[in-house]
Nanobody, 125 residues
Framework: QVQLVESGGGLVQAGGSLRLSCAASGRIFSTYTMAWFRQAPGKEREFVANNHWSTGSTYYADSVKGRFTISRDNARNTVYLQMNSLKPEDTAVYYC??????????????????WGQGTQVTVSS
C-alpha cells in the first residue's frame, strides 16, 4: 500500500555532510510516523531517528544526536535525514521506514510496516 524510495547516499569524507531523501506514495502520508534505520554488514539494524505524525516531535539515537536531523515535507510526501559531522562508524545502508499513526520514540524495527530499499552511505577516514 505504501512504497518508500530512498536516495542521496554516497561516499563522503569524515566531517562532511550528506542529505538522504525518502519519497513515499499514498494520500495519507501526514498520518504516518516516519523513521530512519541503518545496518552495517554483519550487524543488526539500528534505529537512527524518527518523526511523529501528530506532534512532529523527533527522537534520535544517542550516537547521532546533535549531528543528524530528521524532517518531513508533507506536501511532497518526503522525509529527509540531514547528516553532518559524519564519522566512519556512520557507514551503513540507511533505510526509511513508516507506520500508520504510531507512538513517539518507536525504535523497534518490527513496529514499522513499510520499508524502503536502502541507500548506501560510506564515510572515509
Amino acid at each position: 500500500q505504501v512504497q518508500l524510495v530512498e536516495s542521496g547516499g554516497g561516499l563522503v569524507q569524515a566531517g562532511g555532510s550528506l542529505r538522504l531523501s525518502c519519497a513515499a506514495s499514498g494520500r495519507i502520508f501526514s498520518t504516518y510516523t516516519m523513521a530512519w534505520f541503518r545496518q552495517a554488514p554483519g550487524k543488526e539494524r539500528e534505529f537512527v531517528a524518527n518523526n511523529h505524525w501528530s506532534t512532529g516531535s523527533t527522537y534520535y539515537a544517542d550516537s547521532v544526536k546533535g549531528r543528524f536531523t530528521i524532517s518531513r515535507d508533507n506536501a511532497r510526501n518526503t522525509v529527509y535525514l540531514q547528516m553532518n559531522s559524519l564519522k566512519p562508524e556512520d557507514t551503513a545502508v540507511y533505510y526509511c521506514a513508516a507506520v500508520r499513526y504510531g507512538l513517539p520514540r518507536t525504535v523497534v524495527p518490527d513496529d514499522y510496516d513499510y520499508w524502503g530499499q536502502g541507500t548506501q552511505v560510506t564515510v572515509s577516514s
